[in-house]
């Protein structure tokens, strides 16, 4: 009879190691800024897959990939966050295991560069799923977080977005977030655990206090290693009116592939409300998708030592990683 840790083993390289990325439901991306883009969001992808090539996991891996694009000021998130109607940066995050539901989130924070690794910390420390702006602050205080001062976390380019937002259109109204940028991560680790973050500075020329999908669990994502784990991206307030999330895991619970359950759900939103964005969704057998009914969406995921990559529709560059 073999011994026992072979069996744990065998179930441990079962499994596909997937991680799945995405930058943002967005408006049209500049030509400009493809290149930049796509270069971050392949680079967070490989930083996710790298960590559970290391044995890390699901929560690992997403809190990993995403800490990637909060420090890249060409993603809406962390450093070169969107600003709101004061010029000032609020931002939110969340992430959840899908191996016992547990989850972390924070809203409305303001002088920390990692939103995400404060969302992991309210998972794992407190008794509590969610804080908000004083208190998460506080928290991020008592953990030792080192403080930024926000003017650090603000760009040139985020200044001129708002500039021309509040020239243009006055108070924020699209059905989806003009050039944004929201991050988010899916990952499958081996031991076959299901995780997803979520990380965003919310929508240009937001009111103070507005807090949007991204920190919500089931509107901005949800893991559940019964089922799959999902980041969403796009118009916040949609999303938490069809817990968009949620709703496209109930579709894969239906019996849907995730090609469908995501376009269910998407169309679900499109349908009621008018309201665009995206997904990534990754399902317990490794089947991942990446979808958007906005104009584009910077994805990138790597399974079997993959990469693959997109921002527009019928658009996927494929690479093989180095092992
Ligand atoms: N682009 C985005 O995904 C924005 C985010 N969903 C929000 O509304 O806060």
């Given at each position: 009879?073999?011994?026992?840790?072979?069996?744990?083993?065998?179930?441990?390289?079962?499994?596909?190691?997937?991680?799945?990325?995405?930058?943002?439901?967005?408006?049209?991306?500049?030509?400009n800024r493809k290149e930049l883009v796509?270069?971050?969001?392949?680079?967070?992808?490989?930083?996710?897959?790298?960590?559970?090539?290391?044995?890390?996991?699901?929560?690992?891996?997403?809190?990993?990939?995403?800490?990637?694009?909060?420090?890249?000021?060409?993603?809406?998130?962390?450093?070169?966050?969107?600003?709101?109607?004061?010029?000032?940066?609020?931002?939110?995050?969340?992430?959840?295991?899908?191996?016992?539901?547990?989850?972390?989130?924070?809203?409305?924070?303001?002088?920390?560069?990692?939103?995400?690794?404060?969302?992991?910390?309210?998972?794992?420390?407190?008794?509590?799923?969610?804080?908000?702006?004083?208190?998460?602050?506080?928290?991020?205080?008592?953990?030792?977080?080192?403080?930024?001062?926000?003017?650090?976390?603000?760009?040139?380019?985020?200044?001129?977005?708002?500039?021309?937002?509040?020239?243009?259109?006055?108070?924020?109204?699209?059905?989806?977030?003009?050039?944004?940028?929201?991050?988010?991560?899916?990952?499958?680790?081996?031991?076959?655990?299901?995780?997803?973050?979520?990380?965003?500075?919310?929508?240009?020329?937001?009111?103070?206090?507005?807090?949007?999908?991204?920190?919500?669990?089931?509107?901005?994502?949800?893991?559940?290693?019964?089922?799959?784990?999902?980041?969403?991206?796009?118009?916040?307030?949609?999303?938490?009116?069809?817990?968009?999330?949620?709703?496209?895991?109930?579709?894969v619970e239906q019996g849907k592939t995730?090609?469908?359950?995501?376009?269910?759900?998407?169309?679900?939103?499109?349908?009621?409300?008018?309201?665009?964005?995206?997904l990534i969704l990754v399902n317990k057998?490794?089947?991942?998708?990446?979808?958007?009914?906005?104009?584009?969406?910077?994805?990138?995921?790597?399974?079997?030592?993959?990469?693959?990559?997109?921002?527009?529709?019928?658009?996927?560059?494929?690479?093989?990683?180095?092992?």
């Amino acid at each position: 009879m073999r011994p026992q840790y072979w069996r744990r083993n065998r179930a441990s390289i079962d499994v596909s190691l997937v991680v799945v990325v995405h930058g943002g439901g967005a408006s049209n991306i500049s030509a400009n800024r493809k290149e930049l883009v796509r270069e971050g969001i392949a680079r967070a992808a490989t930083e996710g897959y790298k960590i559970l090539k290391a044995g890390g996991s699901a929560v690992d891996a997403v809190e990993g990939a995403v800490t990637v694009l909060e420090n890249d000021p060409e993603f809406n998130a962390g450093y070169g966050s969107v600003l709101n109607v004061n010029g000032d940066i609020e931002m939110d995050a969340s992430i959840m295991d899908g191996k016992d539901l547990s989850a972390g989130a924070v809203s409305a924070v303001r002088c920390i560069a990692n939103p995400v690794k404060l969302a992991r910390l309210v998972m794992e420390k407190t008794p509590h799923c969610f804080l908000t702006g004083h208190g998460a602050e506080k928290f991020a205080e008592d953990m030792g977080i080192p403080q930024v001062p926000v003017e650090k976390l603000i760009t040139e380019r985020t200044k001129k977005h708002l500039e021309k937002e509040k020239l243009e259109k006055g108070a924020q109204k699209a059905d989806c977030p003009k050039n944004s940028g929201t991050v988010g991560a899916v990952a499958l680790d081996c031991r076959g655990n299901l995780a997803y973050a979520t990380s965003t500075g919310g929508i240009v020329n937001k009111m103070v206090g507005r807090v949007g999908d991204s920190p919500c669990i089931g509107a901005g994502g949800y893991a559940d290693n019964n089922l799959g784990a999902v980041s969403t991206t796009g118009h916040g307030e949609s999303i938490l009116k069809v817990n968009l999330a949620r709703l496209a895991l109930f579709h894969v619970e239906q019996g849907k592939t995730v090609e469908e359950a995501a376009q269910l759900a998407l169309d679900y939103m499109k349908s009621k409300l008018k309201g665009l964005g995206g997904l990534i969704l990754v399902n317990k057998t490794g089947d991942w998708v990446a979808k958007w009914t906005s104009a584009s969406m910077p994805w990138a995921a790597v399974k079997n030592g993959k990469l693959q990559a997109g921002i527009d529709l019928c658009e996927t560059k494929t690479r093989d990683l180095p092992c």
